[in-house]
């Protein structure tokens, strides 16, 4: 049984070629009909605070390059509140 809600258009964990053909990584969600990326990430209320991080944004634009997408969104959860703050990457 999936963990996950079936949206029409919406890809969840997938994985990301570069040209080369090697792995970058894999997404947590694609949505193609709106063209976008979306990474998930946990953090506690300390790490809410310092986000977005580079290395997570240097991700997400490695998603989307091998996606040839031109938008992304790091979604940072807090882990003991469930709060959720997002912020928007251009590939």
Same mark, same amino acid.
């Given at each position: 049984?999936?963990?996950?809600? *079936?949206?029409? #258009?919406?890809?969840?964990? #997938?994985? !990301?070629? /570069?040209?080369?053909?090697? %792995? !970058?990584?894999? $997404?947590?969600?694609? /949505?193609?009909? #709106?063209?976008?990326? $979306?990474?998930?990430?946990?953090?506690? +209320?300390?790490?809410?605070?310092? =986000?977005?991080?580079?290395?997570?944004? =240097?991700?997400? +634009?490695?998603?989307?390059?091998? @996606?040839? *997408?031109?938008? #992304?969104? @790091?979604? $940072?959860?807090?882990? +003991?509140?469930?709060? !959720?703050?997002? $912020?928007?990457? %251009?590939?």
């Amino acid at each position: 049984m999936e963990n996950h809600v *079936e949206m029409p #258009g919406t890809d969840w964990e #997938g994985d !990301v070629y /570069d040209e080369s053909g090697e %792995l !970058v990584g894999r $997404y947590d969600c694609y /949505d193609q009909l #709106g063209s976008a990326v $979306y990474e998930f990430k946990t953090k506690s +209320e300390s790490g809410m605070r310092r =986000a977005p991080y580079p290395e997570d944004i =240097a991700q997400l +634009e490695g998603y989307l390059e091998g @996606l040839d *997408e031109r938008i #992304g969104f @790091l979604v $940072y959860v807090d882990r +003991e509140t469930l709060d !959720v703050d997002h $912020y928007p990457v %251009l590939g």
